[in-house]
């Protein structure tokens, strides 16, 4: 029977490339990736081998064989794909994927082009859902309520990823400005949420910046979490 095991992302947008050293560090101990999880990859357990990993991201419509044909020839081999999300793997001395500024630029534009879709949908709905049961009373209220929060709590991690995917662009970029206001935000959201709670009667009002803080609170206490795991734990293995 074939072993496996599940490795957590730490989420691409904010820590591909320690996703990457650590699919990296596994395939020295004979564990390599099969395919993306929920959250994260399935790993089995295989002959020891030193591969070196890399994602790319892209939109695939006909001319899918022309795309994985030129990873082929350059010596990258398919281990999965999810959606727009598409992992490869290939010996330590392999040409890398992205071997100049643009081609970096491009691939971060690629991977937010799905949040854009995203946000774009979910914001203004979260924003009228709020309007509307701030304006109704009973059961419309109620429904309107439940969507409005349920929306919420979906948005605001989106907005956070988005965030992040976009600093990623931009540094690419050498925005410096943008993306020191990428870092920024996080905290100028939870401030203003607090003053929020303190200051405001309104009780969709409390809730949304309960939300704005809850979620900050949760996505520093992941990335905290995955920083540490891999500063003490992938780089001594």
Same mark, same amino acid.
């Given at each position: 029977?074939?072993?496996?095991?599940?490795?957590?992302?730490?989420?691409?947008?904010?820590?591909?490339?320690?996703?990457?050293?650590?699919?990296?560090?596994?395939?020295?101990?004979?564990?390599?990736?099969?395919?993306?999880?929920?959250?994260?990859?399935?790993?089995?357990?295989?002959?020891?081998?030193?591969?070196?990993?890399?994602?790319?991201?892209?939109?695939?419509?006909?001319?899918?064989?022309?795309?994985?044909?030129?990873?082929?020839?350059?010596?990258?081999?398919?281990?999965?794909?999810?959606?727009?999300?598409?992992?490869?793997? %290939?010996?330590?001395? *392999?040409?890398?994927?992205?071997?100049?500024?643009? !081609?970096?630029?491009?691939? @971060?534009? /690629? #991977?937010? +082009?799905?949040?854009?879709?995203?946000?774009?949908?979910?914001?203004?709905?979260?924003?009228?859902?709020?309007?509307?049961?701030?304006?109704?009373?009973?059961?419309?209220?109620?429904?309107?309520?439940?969507? %409005?929060?349920?929306? *919420?709590?979906?948005?605001?991690?989106?907005?956070? !990823?988005?965030?992040?995917? @976009?600093? /990623? #662009?931009? +540094?690419?970029?050498?925005?410096?400005?943008?993306?020191?206001?990428?870092?920024?935000?996080?905290?100028?959201?939870?401030?203003?949420?607090?003053?929020?709670?303190?200051?405001?009667?309104?009780?969709?009002?409390?809730?949304?910046?309960?939300?704005?803080?809850?979620?900050?609170?949760?996505?520093?206490?992941?990335?905290?979490?995955?920083?540490?795991?891999?500063?003490?734990?992938?780089?001594?293995?």
């Amino acid at each position: 029977m074939t072993k496996t095991k599940y490795m957590m992302s730490g989420g691409l947008a904010f820590s591909e490339q320690k996703d990457l050293e650590k699919m990296h560090k596994l395939s020295l101990e004979g564990w390599h990736v099969r395919s993306f999880s929920f959250l994260g990859y399935t790993l089995e357990k295989g002959e020891y081998a030193d591969y070196v990993y890399s994602i790319d991201y892209r939109t695939l419509e006909n001319t899918d064989e022309e795309y994985f044909e030129l990873f082929k020839d350059a010596g990258w081999s398919l281990v999965d794909s999810a959606g727009d999300i598409h992992l490869f793997r %290939a010996s330590p001395n *392999t040409k890398p994927i992205y071997t100049d500024r643009d !081609t970096t630029i491009e691939k @971060y534009k /690629n #991977q937010v +082009k799905p949040l854009n879709l995203a946000m774009v949908t979910l914001v203004p709905g979260t924003i009228i859902s709020w309007l509307i049961s701030l304006q109704t009373t009973d059961s419309i209220h109620t429904l309107f309520f439940g969507l %409005a929060l349920l929306l *919420t709590i979906l948005t605001i991690p989106l907005l956070w !990823t988005g965030l992040t995917s @976009y600093g /990623n #662009q931009w +540094k690419a970029e050498n925005k410096k400005g943008l993306v020191l206001l990428t870092k920024l935000l996080p905290a100028v959201a939870v401030v203003m949420a607090v003053y929020a709670i303190v200051e405001s009667d309104l009780k969709a009002v409390q809730i949304v910046a309960a939300a704005v803080i809850g979620a900050t609170v949760f996505v520093t206490f992941i990335t905290l979490f995955m920083s540490l795991y891999y500063r003490f734990k992938v780089k001594k293995a």
